[in-house]
């Protein structure tokens, strides 16, 4: 029988790690009372912490994860060149517009990566997300067609998100 995580003495172990090198970096030293007390902090930091963390589903398919991540910079790429041209170019009409935007994906984590897609690519930004997760909410700078906006977002950063959460 598996020990309950939320009890045992270390639950986060590379978190644990990860504070006293910080620690002991910050304070560049390796006296036995920073040592003493890094311990203590990485000890206890995630002792009191690790009953607030909500179970999110793991990576799956690395070559999918190294695709989206290439996809999703060849995009940035691209959007950047098409708000220069929406700004720059002869034709400054912009048609800025918020879209909701249906979720499939249940999980915090996935939504975030996802919200985070759409922010980092230029001329969409995610706003809000419904506080049942059912909902994205995007700011476009330049609005043509919804249903296809909708339907890019859903198919080239969720569906593969989906995918490698597998949820």
Not at 4 to 31: D, I
Not at 59 to 86: C, Q, S, W
Not at 91 to 100: G, Q, S
Not at 125 to 132: F, L, Q, T
């Amino acid at each position: 029988m598996r020990a309950n995580p939320r009890f045992r003495w270390l639950p986060m172990p590379l978190h644990s790690l990860l504070l006293l090198t910080v620690w002991l970096l910050l304070n560049n030293t390796m006296a036995p009372g920073h040592l003493v007390l890094g311990s203590f902090l990485a000890i206890t930091i995630p002792l009191l912490t690790s009953g607030m963390q909500n179970p999110q589903p793991s990576f799956h398919k690395p070559f999918t994860i190294i695709r989206y991540v290439f996809m999703v910079l060849g995009d940035i790429v691209v959007a950047n060149f098409e708000v220069a041209f929406l700004i720059l170019g002869p034709n400054k009409k912009l048609n800025p517009a918020f879209v909701a935007i249906p979720l499939e994906i249940e999980f915090e984590l996935p939504i975030t990566i996802l919200a985070s897609t759409v922010s980092l690519t230029p001329g969409t930004v995610s706003a809000e997300i419904s506080e049942d997760k059912k909902w994205l909410y995007v700011h476009v700078l330049n609005l043509t067609d919804k249903d296809e906006l909708i339907a890019q977002i859903k198919s080239r950063y969720e569906r593969p998100l989906m995918e490698i959460f597998q949820c």
